[in-house]
């Protein structure tokens, strides 16, 4: 159990451009979700958390207005990079908590973005 | 604010052979302290995780970790390696009133030979 899937796992696109990642918890229900964005070779860095019906909070530093977050569901995030550029490029990464204080989280495999 | 660091950015063992990975940490209170492996095409998955009580902490896969409040450190340890240890090793800290707002330190990639 506590699966997290993220689609697209990969996705190219064009400068200015916006593109939508989702996070899904498929077998529980998530209190919280995080987003943690991952350059090559280095750690996972986090850039926001949401729960569920409510506003994102951001890390110091990460733009709210270009990285969109909205958590509908108790089993869906999604993560919209607007008009991106080419250092947008990374590896997006989710996690979903199922709460009760355990603060074990289970992650997404991830979503490459390249923007050309 | 806290830090994490992983002083080995890649480690070698031989299949078999005993592990350590180190995990050193900056922070004022007892913190949640978590280790994640990462392997490719494959979400982060949590070996093991100290909040208080025993220092000594057994996770899955034959893992074990123990958090050393005089050194700031959370080593992880496994007695014989097996070539599918192979991938990324993240210790992570949670913050001190949301231990689920993880600072991750830079990674440990194990190889392992045969």
């Known amino acids: 159990g506590a699966v997290v899937s993220q689609h697209p796992s990969w996705v190219i696109c064009k400068s200015g451009t916006s593109v939508k990642i989702e996070c899904r918890s498929l077998?529980?229900?998530?209190?919280?979700m995080f987003w943690y964005r991952q350059f090559p070779k280095q750690s996972l860095m986090l850039m926001a958390t949401?729960?569920?019906?409510?506003?994102?909070?951001?890390e110091q530093g990460v733009e709210k207005d270009k990285f969109l977050i909205n958590h509908a569901s108790l089993t869906l995030s999604t993560l919209t990079v607007t008009s991106a550029h080419p250092e947008d490029s990374s590896f997006y990464i989710c996690?979903?908590?199922?709460?009760?204080?355990?603060?074990?989280?289970?992650f997404g495999p991830g979503t490459r973005l390249t923007v050309t | 604010a806290q830090s994490v660091t992983q002083p080995d950015i890649h480690i070698t063992v031989s299949e078999g052979a005993s592990l350590e990975l180190r995990c050193n940490y900056s922070?004022?209170?007892?913190?949640?302290l978590f280790w994640y492996v990462q392997s490719p095409g494959q979400g982060l998955q949590l070996l093991l995780k100290?909040?208080?009580?025993?220092?000594l902490v057994q996770g899955i896969k034959g893992f074990e970790a123990e958090f050393k409040r005089s050194q700031s450190s959370f080593n992880l340890r496994k007695p014989s390696v097996h070539w599918s240890d192979a991938a990324e090793y993240f210790c992570?800290?949670?913050?001190?009133?949301?231990?689920?707002?993880?600072?991750f330190g830079g990674g440990t990639r194990l190889m392992v030979k045969p």
């Open positions: 996690s979903a908590e199922k709460g009760g204080g355990s603060y074990e989280q289970y």
């Open positions: 077998d529980f229900q998530a209190t919280t």
């Open positions: 949401s729960n569920e019906g409510s506003k994102a909070t951001y």
């Open positions: 922070y004022g209170a007892t913190p949640y």
């Open positions: 100290y909040f208080s009580g025993d220092t």
């Open positions: 992570a800290v949670g913050r001190n009133n949301a231990g689920n707002m993880l600072t």
